[in-house]
């Protein structure tokens, strides 16, 4: 399974500059790929036109060609699409269907809608439940939830699809370390399946944690890709706009202040 | 300039039996920083929004400036508390820039020029100068979230409290929320921020206050609510502290840093 761009440029309906220019990405089978960027570098626009919402649901123009599994997808329509890559919204009251009245409804709402078995569709909805610790609030009212809660009920939506692909868009924006750890594990576990997986993030100590390769957009065009390790480490970062992941910062000041590679390995160990 | 009292605050929403609070007792002295932490669902949001009479306690009373908030109207509570909510989608409404940061200002009473010098301060503070024609819906989320924060600031409110402010902020957006916070605390202004954020809490705040389950569990500067001594309360309601202190703590720096810079300063002062 793999999502693959090529030469990718997009362009909202009514505005005279491209929001993506010339991208070039690779996911292949159990990757998961962080973007980050500063704000307004294309990151959002980035997971619409993956995930096909652009143009197909929001109109404007498109370049280049976007691939799921090899083949070129220009020409699916939305709903053949949304079979093979589900998308999570930044902000999970866009993301809740708003009908309905319990945790349990709405996260089953996606598979229902798939046509499987009532058992089929009870068990999915369980486990995506257990594996965001959120089955403690299967009776609640959706609408009624935090911000954080709810952004936990929209992803595990999405987990309950059992999407191939998968396009995520700052998914722990509202979250508290531990939730952002179980959306980071949940993400981990569905590489593990062979799912391919792109995810915006600000947070690059997030990015550090969960992705094998990152690319950093800057004004709609790759800035800088590679493997995760050596992009969040590029001292370029901050002049695109990027925190640097706070184990980076911390190195640097620990061996400013002249203790040895031992005590700084040591106290940056697996924190 | 107002002084806060929350005592044995209780707040059920009416539906369902959830106890979001469960006998908060604080007082925030005039001109205090404050953060607040703590779990999703933990009541923080709920606590807020009884500081603008947003929400009414079940029990428990809010007190400003010793008068108790039930016995001011809306918007008298309006003029001293200003709230910006998590998401701006709930908040913003008029479709330019310009409208919207007007609006509150309008509302608390602001005669014409002082009013026009709100606005345009609130508008230099978020960086939103040049687009004050700008339909809301036409920035990208980062944006509109400052948006909300100007509508706010422009009314000049004595008290400022925000709903987890730098989420999905970059570098330079989250440096711009703490430059307002700054600013607000060299004019005097009292602010409660609610963050998962812990840098932007450790580096930026005199008092955080941890909540767990609708109580408060922890209650005091940085350098000690983020102490090895803490670390098992905070744990027991899934934070963490800043790495830095943990870093700190196992370079033996003796107090507790709370950032990278000071991880530096304490390391360079002890070796």
């Known amino acids: 399974m793999s999502i693959g761009l090529s030469g990718v440029g997009y362009r909202y309906a009514g505005e005279t500059k491209a929001a993506l220019l010339d991208v070039d990405l690779d996911l292949r089978d159990g990757e998961v790929l962080g973007v980050t960027g500063r704000s307004e570098s294309g990151k959002t626009t980035l997971c619409l036109v993956v995930s096909g919402l652009a143009p197909r649901t929001i109109g404007g123009r498109i370049r280049g060609a976007v691939r799921l599994d090899g083949e070129a997808v220009d020409d699916w329509p939305m709903h053949r699409l949304s079979q093979r890559i589900g998308i999570g919204f930044q902000n999970p009251a866009t993301q809740l269907s708003q009908v309905a009245e319990s945790v349990f409804e709405e996260v089953a709402f996606g598979p229902m809608n798939l046509a499987l078995p009532r058992d089929e569709v009870v068990t999915r909805t369980w486990d995506a439940l257990a594996a965001l610790r959120i089955d403690g609030l299967a009776e609640r009212d959706p609408r009624r939830l935090s911000g954080g809660q709810q952004q936990l009920v929209a992803i595990a939506g999405l987990l309950a699809l059992r999407p191939q692909h998968l396009v995520l868009d700052e998914p722990t924006a509202q979250l508290d370390p531990a939730g952002t750890r179980l959306v980071a594990d949940a993400i981990s576990r569905l590489a593990a399946d062979g799912g391919s997986i792109l995810v915006t993030e600000q947070k690059t100590d997030l990015l550090a944690a969960t992705c094998t390769r990152v690319a950093v957009l800057d004004g709609g065009r790759v800035a800088i890709a590679g493997p995760a390790e050596s992009v969040l480490a590029d001292d370029r970062l901050p002049r695109l706009g990027v925190t640097e992941p706070s184990s980076v910062r911390l190195r640097r000041a620990i061996a400013a202040a002249g203790f040895d590679e031992p005590r700084i390995a040591a106290a940056l160990a697996d924190a | ?271």
Do not use: C
């Not at chain 2, 909510?85 to 509302?107: H, K, L």
């Not at chain 2, 932007?200 to 408060?216: I, K, P, W, Y």
């Open chain 2, 1 to 271: 300039m107002p002084d806060l009292a929350v005592e044995g605050l209780v707040h059920v929403y009416s539906e369902g039996e959830v106890r979001a609070l469960d006998t908060v007792d604080l007082h925030i002295a005039a001109g205090e920083h404050v953060a607040l932490v703590g779990q999703n669902g933990s009541g923080k949001t709920t606590l807020v929004r009884h500081l603008n009479g947003l929400l009414r306690p079940t029990s428990g009373r809010v007190l400003i400036d010793g008068a108790d908030a039930a016995s001011l109207t809306v918007a008298q509570l309006a003029a001293r508390v200003g709230l910006v909510f998590q998401d701006p989608d709930r908040q913003i409404f008029s479709g330019s820039v310009r409208g919207e940061v007007e609006f509150g200002a309008r509302n608390v009473g602001l005669g014409t020029e002082a009013r026009r010098e709100a606005v345009q301060r609130a508008l230099r503070a978020t960086g939103l100068e040049g687009q004050e024609a700008t339909n809301p819906y036409d920035l990208g989320g980062a944006r509109r979230k400052l948006l909300a924060l100007a509508s706010v600031l422009a009314m000049e409110t004595p008290v400022l409290v925000l709903d987890e402010p730098t989420t999905g902020q970059d570098a330079a957006g989250v440096e711009r929320v703490r430059e307002i916070v700054a600013n607000a605390a060299a004019s005097g202004r009292t602010v409660i921020a609610i963050s998962h954020d812990m840098r932007f809490v450790a580096e930026g705040f005199e008092r955080v206050v941890v909540m767990r389950d609708g109580r408060v569990i922890l209650d005091g500067p940085p350098s000690v609510v983020f102490a090895a001594a803490s670390w098992a309360e905070l744990g027991s309601t899934y934070l963490e502290p800043p790495r830095a202190a943990v870093v700190g703590d196992r370079l033996g720096l003796g107090s507790t840093p709370t950032d990278a810079d000071v991880v530096a300063g304490l390391g360079a002062a002890s070796g």
